[in-house]
């Protein structure tokens, strides 16, 4: 069976297993959609500097939860000890690693764009082409965001205090993630000419490639005993 | 601190094997090994011609943890291992597998919804559907009921007479010498014991059993002197 | 914890010790010069005023800190390479050195930048960024570590946590640099060159601080190496307690 079918078994598995107890998706969207009602309380809504801080507003609500995503994605393989039936299996660890970023990429995004959709709504945009840009940054952006997370969620999952320390490991490793997206959206949401969106595109993609590559690496040493 | 040492243990094809020992002893550690999920910090695990390491296909392993995904049902996990391990004909292997462990009518129901004796045949169906060279079995007794153990002694004993190499960590002294070909008794790391089934009397064992868990000096003094 | 891979770590320890030793007197020598040369060989900055003598010691440390961090690089690879756990103990001496001397780069920086540019903290500054980015991952490095029991388990995944916090730090500079000539600030440092005797003050000051850090990161090493054996005994006599029991 070749590693491309693989992949797609191990992602298609972790799917399943999401839409058949989707409450993990429920908190985190919940959580999302929490983050933009508290922003809303926060800061002036009418005024033009929380106009400008809109994108950032968007992607506080998109980060905190996909954390949360993160997390749970390995939570969910402790508990019947399924991580150790996949580290048993004749696998090798860079299918392990891609089939677990592509589930949690493809929730990412899921879960991403029904926060755009509220977003939209909650911050009076339109649902013009334009958006699909963001949606590009979104997909983009979760790639990365995924990369990494999977490989620190599946070190700490055995660790107790795993819920607080994968934030505290994963945000200042995202950082070029968070400029690029948040600039990138600012471009394309506020701004008159979107001028140096390539180039913060250019940034995710380069972001993606380096960290799926060094996750595919790496990811052996992370799931060891 | 050291889990396992100077250990020198060879299996034959066939052996059953039953390891017993306190907790702590270091018997889950030595099936890891075996399994290829530690590496040891010296020494090395030799499958006949082969060595452990690429050799992960070649196991069945099962744990008190069953390694099943609650959500899916009986036969989906059942293919999803099965293609993991590249077993042909996945979906008519899986569902011989199901009528052998007697699970055939619950295969289209969520694992989350069997009973424990259930999960732990499933399970061992999962560990036997690649046809691995060795099962590796570690305290597979644990929350069986009487008839959940009484069946899985059953099973295993099929396997047995099938011919299979089996490794059996247990606490249910009776389960494992009514199944086993050869003894091993683990305690603190080291092998304090071995021998062959036909060599010990079942009655006497647990008692032997103590004594070979309290102190080594002690069981070769009196081993000295019942034959003196 | 202590491997079958592990040379005997006595003999390692004492080296490194050893290193240590042989620094101190140069790097005594070294950082008396350099403050020489910081306070009283190099001429006051015609704007900046008394305040820019911190400089010195602000780009020494500076360069330090992000040469442990490679440290700290290295030594993950190298362990996930070869499984001796002695590259663990050189990794944590190089983090803990790197965290504080970052911690002095944002110090010294804030005196600085305070009668300069009127703010403890310049925001935008790709350099001031990037070194507080360097300081959060540190810190999230020693959180990793004591949050996981001592094992090949605890050094494999610091090692992960360290090469790809290290890939990180130069995509998270370029891209605050990116981000900020398309949104430039407005406080810029002054681009005044600068006199001979300084860049000689400069140079000394460099190597002195290099020699200070990696004395300190040998000794740190060795009194690592030592701890972890010590350990190792206590629990050995542990073990032999138990059996007599």
Known sequence: MNQVALTWILAEKDLKVAYRSPQAFLTTGFFALLILVIFNFAFDPGSQATREATPGILWVALLFPGIIQLNHSFQAEMEEGTLYGLILSPTDRGVLFFGKVLANWVFLVVVDLFVLVVFVIFYNFSFSVQMLWVVLIIVLASVGFAAVGTVFAAMLSSIRTREVLL???????????????????????ILEEAQFLHRWLQLLIAFDVIFLASGFLLFDYVVAE | ?????????????????????????????????????????????????????SGRERVGYVSHQSFLYNELTGIENLIFYGRLYGVGEVRERADAMLVKMGLRDARHRKVGEYSRGMKQRLTLARALLHEPDLLLLDEPYTGLDQHGSRLFTEVLQG??????????????????????????IQNKGELVFQASRRQLDASEFERLYFQAVEGKKNLESRIQNSEV | MLSQNDQPSWQLARRYLQVANGLLIPGYLLVAVALYGAFLYAPTEREMGDVQRIFYFHMGTAWNAFLTFFGV????????????????????????????????VMVTGSIWAKPIWNTWWAWGDPRLMTTMVLWLLYAA????????????????????????????????????????????????????GLATEMIHALIVSLIAMTVLCVTLVTLRTAMRLNASLADELFQQLDQRGDERL
């Open chain 2, 159 to 184: 396997l047995k007479e099938e011919g299979r190499t089996v490794l059996l960590i247990t606490h249910n002294l009776g389960a494992g010498l009514e199944l086993c070909s050869r003894v091993v």
């Open chain 2, 1 to 53: 601190m050291r889990a396992v040492l100077n250990l020198d243990l060879e299996v034959c094809t066939g052996d059953f094997l039953a390891i017993f020992g306190p907790n702590g002893a270091g018997k889950t550690t030595l099936l890891k090994m075996v399994a290829g999920l530690t590496q040891p910090t010296s020494g090395d695990i030799q499958f006949t011609s082969q060595d452990g390491h």
């Open chain 1, 167 to 189: 934030p505290i490991l994963l945000f200042p490793i995202i950082i070029p993630i968070i400029l690029a997206a948040v600039n990138g959206t600012q471009e394309v949401l």
């Open chain 3, 73 to 104: 690089f290295v030594a993950g690879i190298t362990y996930l390479i070869t499984r001796q756990s002695k590259w663990d103990r050189l990794a944590a001496a190089c983090a803990e050195i790197g965290m504080v001397f970052t911690t002095i």
């Open chain 3, 141 to 192: 490095y020693f959180l990793l570590r004591s949050s996981l029991p001592e094992g090949d388990k605890k050094y494999q995944f610091c090692a992960v946590f360290g090469i790809i916090a290290f890939l990180d730090v130069p995509i998270v500079y370029m891209s605050i640099r990116w981000w900020r000539t398309i949104h430039p600030v407005v406080i810029t440092s002054s681009g005044a």
